[in-house]
């Protein structure tokens, strides 16, 4: 496995394959590596000659008071865990080879719509961080196929839409929701997590189950079901963000003509916040 930090190694690395025409899987990630993020790696060694993964904390996606400085790093268990997979390259890059003109100075990527609602409202300006710095990657790795987590279900669909409406040629996959044996979806934030908050955070998970099979049983009054099952959150002991149903495709409030559903929500635990989706299909 080979570690790089500058663009140009990486770029010399991608013209090699290039002549090879082998194919190159690209698992973007902020390190501090779980289960999760090897799913993703996992699926892009089965599908691909060449595997790269980046590792960049992206301070342009944490807000003001959000936990950039905070945000745990563990550098040398994810070479490893990274090298037992088989990876053939990890990136590595500063800041300063990212953003050489500063933060303020830096040409941003901003996706509309599906950008400020739900996450986006909570976090104003996270998903323009998050198309910049993708899109950044996008264009030094050159992939043939990227791997996302669906647990981030918004950040998937926001890089998709960048995809197609930037004419990039690469394929987006988005991998199934690793989870605890309890139900929680990984999370490198779980490590914020006290013991005690550690044994209530699955009921982020049971709520949203019951919320979708709610709705598979036929429940369409999506407001007054959200309003029920955020009481139990509260009484659980989260400071709610948001929890909503919304259309799979455009994130938008569902009509009765969409048939294919997303329940999330993402809802404080101490000082970690947590998010979490389930997708439900209905039938004709």
Not at 112 to 122: D, F, H, K, L, V
């Amino acid at each position: 496995m080979e570690i790089v930090s500058d663009i140009i190694s990486l770029r010399q690395a991608r013209r090699r394959w290039q002549i090879e025409a082998k194919s190159i899987g690209f698992v973007p990630t902020m390190g501090n590596l779980h289960h999760g993020h090897l799913r993703l790696v996992k699926e892009a060694r089965e599908e691909c000659d060449i595997v790269v993964v980046s590792i960049f904390v992206n301070p342009l996606q944490f807000g003001p008071d959000e936990d950039l400085a905070a945000y745990p790093r563990t550098m040398e268990h994810d070479l490893a865990a990274l090298e037992a997979m088989g990876v053939d390259i990890v990136f590595t890059p500063s800041v300063e080879a990212i953003y050489p003109r500063g933060l303020e100075q830096q040409t941003f990527v901003e996706v509309p719509g599906i950008s400020y609602m739900i996450c986006g409202a909570s976090r104003p300006g996270h998903f323009r961080g998050v198309a910049t710095i993708v899109c950044k990657l996008f264009n030094m790795v050159q992939p043939n196929h990227a791997y996302f987590g669906e647990k981030d279900y918004q950040q998937l669909q926001v890089i998709k839409a960048m995809v197609t409406d930037l004419s990039m040629n690469l394929q987006v996959h988005g991998v199934s929701t690793v989870r605890e044996a309890d139900g929680l979806a990984m999370s490198s934030r779980n490590n914020y997590l006290t013991t005690q908050e550690r044994e209530l955070a699955p009921t982020l998970y049971k709520v949203l189950s019951n919320m979708a099979d709610a709705i598979h049983l036929g429940r369409r009054d999506y407001s007054r079901l959200i309003q029920e099952h955020k009481q139990q959150l509260l009484a659980s002991g989260f400071k709610i963000d948001y929890l909503e149903v919304r259309s799979a495709d455009s994130l938008l409030q569902p009509g009765h003509e969409d048939l294919r559903l997303v329940v999330l929500v993402a809802a404080f635990l101490g000082k970690a916040r947590l998010i979490d989706n389930i997708q439900v299909q209905l039938e004709e």
